[in-house]
């Protein structure tokens, strides 16, 4: 005899027939889910065990290689085709402590890590040589955001940014600027290029020959934190200085009964004689203001004025100050 077997999925299990050909018999049977899984369990639990095991590893291996972070200077790189980098701009003020610039820093918004400090990613970036294209970058979004606003700008608005030694090596920096400038009316904006010293200029010909080109421009060149880096004066004796920038930590000193404040004094001392002019950063509170607007410096910087802020807070600051100045010049009673 020859048997046909039927099966048949029912909301109870699965039904089993076994049915002759002739149909004179029929064996059947139901099984369960559960009669499935007990027979998996009883039988197969060696086996089930190890796939769950793999598969969680597979799954936690995958999950670490989809996560894991890429090197710095990948993201860099990757960070400079999404244009993450955002300026940052910190008031500058005059000795009548209004605002007649701002200080450029720029600052890495990862979408993972979120904001990422300046001095983990730029010296890569000089290193790397993506700095270039970085400066390129928020020098653009600096132009867009200002130009828009430039009414509440005062004529010969001082806006610095910081070059490294690797960028005086070509005129890239040189036609950023022109690009720049060339957007506003003339006399409204007056670059300043802050010349950093994490690394020495290797051909002071270049340097020299883009100097010069910025300075027919109309930018000026300032030596940033002056003092704490290998080659101040060697630039000063080399290239035409106009800004020498009294690092915070000289700035801290004032006041300080271990520490006197010898060194601000010799650094403004030899400014004047140079005749160039003098911006005091890390100026924090009234003890060091004072002190600083006694020895005539031009400029100043520092949390007692204000933080780095976003370009749309920036500018909202300067649209109040020139309302202010609008009103005095309407009132002057209202100076008092």
């Known amino acids: 005899m020859t048997y046909t077997t039927f099966y048949s ?26 009669m499935y899984l007990d027979y998996m369990l009883s039988h197969l639990y060696i086996s089930m065990y190890l796939c769950v095991i793999i598969a969680i590893v597979i799954g936690i291996n ?9 090197s710095l200077q990948e993201e860099l790189r990757r960070a400079v085709e999404e244009n993450e980098f955002l300026p940052y701009l910190q008031p500058i003020v005059n ?20 904001f990422i400090m300046p001095d983990l990613f730029i010296p890569l970036a000089e290193d790397t040589g993506l700095i270039h294209i970085m400066t390129t970058q928020i020098l653009n979004r ?14 010969g608005f001082h806006l ?22 060339s957007a506003f009316p003339e006399g409204k ?25 910025l300075h027919h421009l109309g930018v000026q060149i300032a030596l940033d934190d002056f003092g704490t880096g290998h080659s ?34 010799n650094v403004v001392d030899l400014a004047n004689r140079l005749n160039i002019d003098v911006v005091a950063e890390g100026v924090e509170n009234a003890t060091q203001e004072a002190y600083l607007k006694q020895r005539d410096i ?39």
């Open 9 to 34: 999925e029912t909301k109870d299990g699965t039904f089993i027939a076994l049915n002759s050909r002739d149909n004179e018999f029929m064996i059947s049977s139901r099984i369960s889910q559960r």
């Open 142 to 155: 600096v132009k867009s955001d200002l130009l828009q606003n430039h009414q509440y700008l005062p004529d």
């Open 62 to 70: 995958g999950y670490r290689q989809f996560k894991r972070p890429r």
């Open 189 to 213: 904006v007056k670059l300043v290029a802050e010349l950093t010293e994490r690394e020495f200029i290797q051909d002071t010909g270049n340097a020299a020959l883009l100097f010069e080109k």
């Open 298 to 336: 031009q400029f100043f910087q520092g949390y007692l004025y204000d933080k780095p802020l976003p370009p749309a807070v920036f500018i909202e600051k300067m649209q109040q100050q020139s309302d202010m100045l609008v009103r005095l010049q309407a009132d002057p009673s209202l100076n008092g």
């Open 95 to 114: 000795h009548q402590g209004r605002i007649c610039g701002a200080e450029i820093l720029m600052r890495w918004h990862h979408p993972n890590q979120g």
């Open 232 to 265: 101040s004066l060697a630039y000063i004796n080399q290239f035409h200085i106009d800004i020498i920038k009294i690092d915070k930590s000289f700035t801290h000193l004032i006041g300080s009964v271990d520490m006197p404040s010898h060194i601000v004094d």
């Open 160 to 181: 610095a940014i910081n070059i490294s030694p690797s960028q005086c090596n070509d005129l890239l920096f040189y036609k950023d600027c022109l690009s720049f400038m």
